[in-house]
T-cell receptor, first 112, second 116 residues
Framework: DQQVKQNSPSLSVQEGRISILNCDYTNSMFDYFLWYKKYPAEGPTFLISISSIKDKNEDGRFTVFLNKSAKHLSLHIVPSQPGDSAVYFCAATDFGNEKLTFGTGTRLTIIP | DAGITQSPRHKVTETGTPVTLRCHQTENHRYMYWYRQDPGHGLRLIHYSYGVKDTDKGEVSDGYSVSRSKTEDFLLTLESATSSQTSVYFC???????????????FGPGTRLTVL
């Protein structure tokens, strides 16, 4: 039972344009969401998070949007840069829970 | 960056042999985790620890055991390796030893294990 789903295994975007990565969840108890970025041969690194009390969180070029009614979140990267090429994982938890549930990841390729 | 190291970084072994992977942290974090990453499955939790000698199972714990005798070290053991355990293994840490729980996890560089 995949509680966190990233339905697009891969995404290609032109440099300078917007990249939008999507994530859906099924567990209504989840109230804290995180995005991780992973380069080849490295461990995932934390990128940005959002609590369910918000619907948007921005950090520089990265913005995460949360639609609780649709159980959907998205990560926007504007403008996209070649260094953004990586695998992005969405993760979810209920706050205070020591475990995260991860999605299967989306490989983002930025085309110069 | 959080101080997390994993050893070995690469290992090739044969079916039926025991294998131990080590995770070492210098951050004094309370929680430690072992994940495996496989194509099409993302990151799946194997076992985790919430303190010295306190561990619990994750979603894919069969065939794996763990031990944590010190705050800084978390060992993952494959008692008898199988080809299905060929994967990339990541250790992660979170939280502070004296505080509550935190959701952000910091990951080590990974160990690539191949079981022939």
């Amino acid at each position: 039972d995949q509680q966190v789903k990233q339905n697009s295994p891969s995404l290609s975007v032109q440099e300078g344009r917007i990249s939008i990565l999507n994530c859906d969840y099924t567990n209504s108890m989840f109230d804290y969401f995180l995005w991780y970025k992973k380069y080849p041969a490295e461990g995932p690194t934390f990128l940005i998070s959002i609590s369910s009390i918000k619907d948007k969180n921005e950090d520089g070029r990265f913005t995460v949007f949360l639609n609780k009614s649709a159980k959907h979140l998205s990560l926007h990267i504007v403008p996209s840069q070649p260094g953004d090429s990586a695998v992005y994982f969405c993760a979810a938890t209920d706050f205070g829970n020591e475990k995260l549930t991860f999605g299967t990841g989306t490989r983002l390729t930025i085309i110069p | 960056d959080a101080g997390i190291t994993q050893s070995p970084r690469h290992k090739v072994t044969e079916t039926g042999t025991p294998v131990t992977l080590r995770c070492h942290q210098t951050e004094n974090h309370r929680y430690m985790y072992w994940y495996r990453q496989d194509p099409g499955h993302g990151l799946r939790l194997i076992h985790y620890s919430y303190g010295v000698k306190d561990t619990d199972k994750g979603e894919v714990s069969d065939g794996y055991s763990v031990s944590r005798s010190k705050t800084e070290d978390f060992l993952l053991t494959l008692e008898s390796a199988t080809s299905s355990q060929t994967s990339v293994y990541f250790c992660a840490i979170s939280g502070a030893i004296s505080g509550g729980t935190y959701n952000e996890q910091f990951f080590g560089p990974g160990t690539r294990l191949t079981v022939l």
